[in-house]
């Protein structure tokens, strides 16, 4: 992959911000989406592992407190 291809927003239009400024929607940071349309498609695939490990984690702990 190249720095020219096109890597769609992650963005699901279910955009609030939890109490850390992480959209509960897409699991981008408030940083991240504004950082989105100027970052180059490297940047943008590690965006989206760290967006990845955030619903991870908040479906972990959504589950574990539903125990």
């Given at each position: 992959?190249?720095?020219?291809?096109?890597?769609?927003?992650?963005?699901?239009?279910?955009?609030?911000?939890?109490?850390?400024?992480?959209c509960?929607?897409?699991?981008?940071?408030?940083?991240?989406?504004?950082?989105?349309?100027a970052?180059?498609?490297?940047?943008?695939?590690?965006?989206?592992?760290?967006?990845a490990?955030?619903?991870?984690?908040?479906?972990?702990?959504?589950?574990?407190?539903?125990?």
């Open positions: 992959m190249n720095d020219l291809e096109k890597i769609s927003s992650p963005c699901i239009r279910n955009c609030c911000l939890d109490q850390y400024d992480i509960i929607g897409c699991n981008r940071s408030l940083q991240e989406i504004r950082e989105w349309a970052a180059s498609a490297a940047e943008k695939r590690a965006i989206l592992v760290r967006s490990v955030r619903e991870t984690r908040r479906h972990k702990t959504f589950t574990s407190d539903k125990k």
